[in-house]
């Protein structure tokens, strides 16, 4: 008996181990990166420092400073241009990926199973291959160099519609759905008062990958918004104050790269409550 205990003791003294030092490596870098943007640049370039300085006042200004190397725009323009793309973005991602996955979950229909062959076959077609297609269809439709191109296509999403498919077949009762039409209520009030509500620890989750996605992204829209440049995003911003090679002000860059992670660690501060409660309902066994 004394020999189990003692294994026992040994195992949770490993996971505790092991739990502390993943939690250490993954907030290691933003140690440093909060850290170096209170430094000068030239601390910076000598090696790993792990005490702040007295720079982020002067870097912070510098960065608001930076129009020249930015297109006249400044690191709260970019801010404000990331937040009209990423927050339409993530709200029709959620809602329309919710609602695809609803649809394939709760109704039987000829060519569900293709259609959601299709779904699978688009997710693993990856951005690059339909960019040129892409922008050659923005042009046509006279959307090339506004937000429009980088919000609308949120609403297809399939990764979102595959996990919130996954989270309805365990945590979605049917019985409910049909509860509510034997009451009258219409499908759309039920997917919006009844199905909704039962999903939001899957939308959280989805709400937090949605919004750094878009908010990060970098690819698309400097190649959307490439002939449009006050309009450039948070990441658009960082990369041009890192593209003059010789003049490169690195605590004026982590200073950016600071106040861009910023916005995603809100947005997961505000969801993660939902995500927890998710996991402790999801433990009560009836």
């Not at 990423?86 to 991602?93: D, E, G, K, M, S």
Request: overall charge positive.
């Amino acid at each position: 008996m004394d020999q189990e205990v003692k294994g026992y003791s040994t195992v949770k003294l490993i996971r505790y181990i092991i739990c502390i030092l993943l939690c250490f490596l993954s907030i290691f870098p933003f140690y440093i990166l909060i850290i170096n943007s209170t430094l000068p640049s030239y601390k910076i370039v000598t090696g790993i420092k792990l005490l702040p300085g007295s720079q982020f006042a002067t870097n912070f200004k510098n960065l608001i400073d930076a129009g020249a190397k930015t297109s006249g725009v400044n690191v709260l323009q970019a801010m404000l241009h990331s937040l009209i793309i990423t927050v339409p973005a993530t709200i029709l991602q959620i809602y329309f990926g919710s609602l695809t996955a609803y649809a394939v979950t709760a109704y039987k229909f000829k060519g569900r199973n293709l259609m959601w062959g299709f779904i699978y076959a688009i997710m693993m077609i990856p951005t690059q291959v339909s960019i040129v297609g892409f922008i050659k269809l923005c042009n046509l439709t006279h959307l090339y160099g506004t937000y429009w191109p980088l919000i609308i296509p949120a609403m297809a999403a399939p990764t979102t519609v595959y996990f919130m498919k996954q989270y309805m077949e365990t945590g979605l009762s049917l019985e409910i759905v049909e509860a509510a039409r034997i009451d009258g209520s219409s499908e759309f009030k039920t997917f919006n008062t009844i199905v909704l509500p039962l999903l939001k620890p899957a939308m959280a989750t989805q709400a937090i990958f949605a919004f750094v996605a878009s908010w990060n992204n970098l690819y698309t829209p400097s190649l959307i918004l490439a002939t449009e440049r006050e309009k450039m995003t948070m990441p658009m911003y960082v990369s041009a104050l890192k593209a003059d090679d010789k003049n490169q002000d690195w605590g004026q860059i982590y200073c950016g790269l600071l106040v861009t992670v910023l916005p995603i660690i809100v947005m997961y501060f505000i969801l993660s409550k939902y995500i927890i409660a998710g996991v402790a309902l999801g433990g009560v066994k009836e």
